[in-house]
């Protein structure tokens, strides 16, 4: 049995280590990576696993971390504001997308309750498939991301409805129904498990709000982060086990649980703790979807099969479109929006098995239908690829450039050029010795920032003349160029110079290449943008690991005064590779020979603590 465990988790890590660099290596996401080695080392692949259900019980535990992670990063009142999507967006697709599904159903000559159970199953999207894909991209936190998570929850709360009401659809209402969860309430009246569910839920909250802290302290205490690991897995499986017992969704009980924690002084310990478990399971999960898909079944009805899935999305991807416009999600975030969630989701496989036992579909439809989902879910990552590399560009072409502001020549001394980190620096400093400057900027959202904290800047791009003039270069005294792009900045240096001869040039150096190719274009003063600070960095490790400090200021400057020297002196053949080469290695020597002379750094006085060891060992050498 043990060999069996080894080579199962030894199989399933080598495809994921092949499969999902490969996959991803083409942008397509590690999501598809992940279907691939389940197709590939699956029953209908190369058959090293032959039962894929067995895997899916213990991955669909992953999906239960995302949700507890997912949960702490929502404080409840980032979960108020989302309300009106959770419920207004998400159960308007849960419900129009059942009943589209349904009318379908019964168009073709399927009955109701077939048509009922299949396009509520169908009106669910995966919440692991999107959520990963959306963060793996960075737009979680974007307005189609969170309307796609609101929509995504309303789901998941929705199974616990769809699996009270496909009871009342069996064509055998005197049967022995079964149960997607083993409830300790099963067979309870109504408002016992009511009243039990709410108390549970009721118990976490407190327990979260009061009790998790003094925990979490108490295992702080020991200093053994496995015990705090081992707590943190703990207190998911727990939780998710007493929803289960109620018979309600695990993977709702842990986002609940994550929400009430997210509030704790412990949300980034646990964060860091469950996380690598959770992308492992996630992972594992992704694996047994793909083990899962049939292709002796895709071989039998390959049209019908691809006919359903490209129906699945059409439908579900329109009804999507229609939400986000009257939710004024549009433009491109609604198209993203509509494709992160036309697809099938994992609990679909649950409940299309839940209806089979139900004799509401056929073992037949069953398969079928599980299929289609299966293949809808490895069609996402296509449909985002897609997003990304026409959709978008699309959107982002119609878009009406923004025009230049019209400039006031306010006749300020001072003009900068880029207002980045580097400009911002210099723009503070000036501004709080009472200098006026004028600021051009390129980046819109730079300038919208900008003036929000009072500062007045224009959008503008000072490569070009007629900005330059507009801004006051005739009459200003200094132009400083602080943008990042190195070939821009030189064009501007070139141009301001041969249009305003009387200005004076500072600009921003990358590094030495630059500052010779600044120079060489007759700029009036450059700096290099990372020296200062390293120089800075370089002295302060110099002085915590024991040195005098005014012998470092004093070595600090000569350093700095012998490497501005040389790389002017450097400039006079810097084109010229053998020669500037060997005048690098003499710099090198003499820079040396500069840092030893006059002032001898003394050897870094021993911490006290050492000192105090150091006396201790001595005394018990003497006893």
Not at 575 to 595: C, D, T, W, Y
């Amino acid at each position: 049995m043990t060999e069996n465990y080894l080579f199962t988790g030894f199989v399933f890590l080598m495809a994921a280590c092949l499969m999902v660099p490969l996959v991803s290596r083409f942008k397509l996401g590690s999501v598809l990576g992940y279907l691939a080695a389940g197709v590939i080392i699956g029953p209908f692949g190369l058959g090293l696993i032959a039962d894929p259900t067995q895997v899916m019980s213990f991955a669909e535990f992953g999906v239960v971390m995302m949700l507890f992670i997912i949960g702490l990063e929502l404080e409840p009142a980032m979960l108020w504001k989302m309300r009106h999507n959770i419920v207004g967006l998400g159960g308007l697709q849960v419900a129009l997308t059942s009943a589209a599904f349904t009318a379908i159903g019964i168009a073709m000559g399927f009955g109701w309750q077939v048509s009922l159970a299949c396009g509520m199953a169908l009106s669910l999207s995966s919440t692991a498939l999107v959520v990963q894909m959306l963060q793996e991209k960075g737009l979680l936190q974007t307005n189609a991301g969170e309307s796609s998570f609101a929509v995504l929850l309303f789901q998941d709360i929705a199974v616990i409805l769809i699996l009270i009401v496909m009871p009342l659809l069996g064509s055998d209402l005197g049967a022995a129904k079964p149960v997607a969860h083993e409830s300790l309430l099963h067979g309870l009246p109504g408002w016992v498990h009511t009243l039990a569910v709410a108390g549970v839920i009721g118990a976490i909250v407190l327990g979260g709000r009061y009790v998790s802290g003094s925990l979490f302290k108490y295992i702080a205490k020991t200093n053994l982060r496995e015990v705090f690991t081992a707590t943190s897995l703990a207190l998911v499986i727990g939780i998710a086990l007493l929803m289960e017992l109620v018979g309600i969704s695990p993977a709702l009980g842990a986002f609940i649980a994550g929400v009430v924690l997210a509030t704790s002084d412990y949300k980034h310990t646990l964060e860091t703790d469950i996380e690598p478990f959770k992308g492992l399971l996630l992972g594992l999960f992704f694996i047994s979807v793909g083990m899962g898909i049939n292709f002796p079944l895709f071989s039998q009805h390959p049209w019908a099969l691809v006919g359903t899935v490209a129906a699945l999305v059409v439908v579900k991807a329109t009804i999507m479109l229609g939400l986000a416009h009257v939710f004024r999600l549009r433009g491109a975030p609604g198209v993203l929006f509509a494709l992160a969630l036309a697809h099938g989701g994992e609990f679909a496989f649950v409940l299309f098995q839940f209806a089979g036992g139900l004799q509401i579909i056929t073992p037949e439809q069953s398969a079928f239908l599980t299929m289609v989902v299966a293949l809808s879910m490895a069609t996402m990552p296509f449909l985002m690829l897609f997003n990304d590399k026409f959709v978008q560009p699309r959107f982002m072409s119609l878009l009406p450039p923004r025009p230049f502001d019209t400039i006031t020549n306010d006749g300020h001394p001072v003009i900068i050029a880029g207002y980045g980190r580097f400009g911002q620096i210099i723009g503070r400093f000036l501004s709080g010795q009472g200098v006026k400057i004028t600021v051009l900027e390129k980046d819109p959202d730079q300038i919208d920032l900008l003036r929000q904290f009072g500062t007045r800047g224009y959008f503008g791009d000072a490569s070009r003349l007629d900005v330059l003039k507009s801004a006051g270069a005739g009459q200003a005294r200094l132009l400083i160029v602080a943008i990042e792009n190195a070939d821009k900045c030189l064009e501007i240096v070139r141009m301001a110079k041969k249009a305003f001869p009387k200005l004076q040039i500072m600009a921003r150096a990358r590094n030495r290449r630059h500052a010779y190719e600044l120079h060489m274009a007759g700029v009036d003063y450059f700096r290099r943008e990372a020296f200062d600070a390293s120089l800075a960095m370089g002295r302060e490790a110099m002085i915590r690991l024991g040195y005098n400090p005014a012998t470092i200021d004093y070595k600090a400057r000569q350093f700095r005064q012998h490497d501005e020297r040389t790389l002017l002196e450097s400039f006079a053949f810097y084109e010229q590779e053998p020669v500037l080469i060997n005048f690098a290695r003499q710099a090198s020597e003499e820079l040396k020979r500069i840092l030893i002379e006059d002032i001898q750094i003394e050897t870094p006085a021993k911490p006290a603590v050492v000192r105090k060891l150091h006396k201790g060992n001595k005394a018990k050498g003497a006893k």
